[in-house]
């Protein structure tokens, strides 16, 4: 997805996800890289939005960099950052594009959450993540991305819902409606947002498309091994499981070699 679009998504995306359980999937990666990797240390969060998984992820005591292409994501973390009480850890937060980004660091492990890798929506956008998780981490360091699945995705495939949501400053209406490219293992998820600013009384509307790639565990697999991982393990989203035709979501570890 452009710059720009992630700009306008920054407008609503924390009211869109004030459900989300961003605690319990911390406290799922944390046990992941309790079981697979290192131990608590240094975390590269690839794609990292607002920083909702950034903030959690620090009071469980990493040291958290989060990298993202929007300024307006950012300004949203750094200024729930600044925020914090004095004393708390607070993420530091990088501008970059996850497919060329080099901050220069090496890290324990890299994160890429909340479907950051179906973004990378073409073979070589894929490779490219890849190679940007590999270039910071450390010999055994551990990559861990969750992705749609592409058995369920089939399976089950995505509809047209509607989403309406509000808060004290906006009112917002969201429809999805999904097309399937299947000669490219894609979905483009056209959006229509309807914004009302409660302050003001306006109205505004926009228009997004997030092309979504599914992903199979042989194409993971072969990806990795190309770009220096070995595959570890890949569960269903927030268990311990292996995937099945009914998974949409499903998390993958791999080890730098």
């Not at 959690?56 to 200024?79: F, N």
């Not at 055994?140 to 399976?155: M, S, T």
Request: overall charge negative; some cysteine; aromatic content about 10%.
């Amino acid at each position: 997805m452009s710059e720009t679009i992630f700009g306008q998504y920054a407008r609503y995306y924390n009211l869109l996800y004030k459900d989300k359980d961003y605690a319990a999937e911390a406290r799922y990666v944390h046990e992941l890289i309790q079981r697979h990797g290192q131990g608590t240390g240094s975390v590269l969060n690839l794609g990292c939005g607002t920083g909702s998984h950034d903030f959690e992820l620090a009071q469980l005591g990493y040291g958290i960099t989060g990298v993202d292409l929007s300024d307006e994501m950012l300004v949203a973390a750094r200024l729930r950052g600044a925020s914090l009480s004095a004393g708390a850890q607070s993420p530091s937060f990088v501008k970059g594009d996850i497919r060329s980004v080099r901050i220069g660091r090496i890290f324990e492990t890299v994160t890429a959450l909340f479907h950051v890798i179906s973004y990378q929506a073409t073979n070589d956008d894929l490779a490219a993540f890849f190679a940007t998780a590999c270039a910071h981490l450390q010999p055994g360091g551990l990559l861990i991305f969750d992705c749609w699945y592409g058995p369920g995705v089939l399976v089950d495939p995505p509809a047209v819902r509607v989403k309406r949501l509000e808060d004290d400053c906006l009112g917002v209406i969201r429809i999805a409606e999904p097309k399937m490219h299947h000669e490219l293992n894609c979905v483009d998820v056209n959006f229509e947002v309807h914004i009302r600013d409660k302050a003001s009384d306006t109205f505004s509307v926009l228009h997004e498309c997030h092309r979504m790639r599914y992903l199979f565990v042989p194409e993971i697999q072969l990806f990795l091994k190309q770009a220096g991982f070995e595959p570890a393990h890949c569960y269903r989203w927030l268990t311990f499981d292996p995937p099945d035709a009914a998974s949409w979501n499903i998390i993958c570890l791999a080890r730098k070699l």
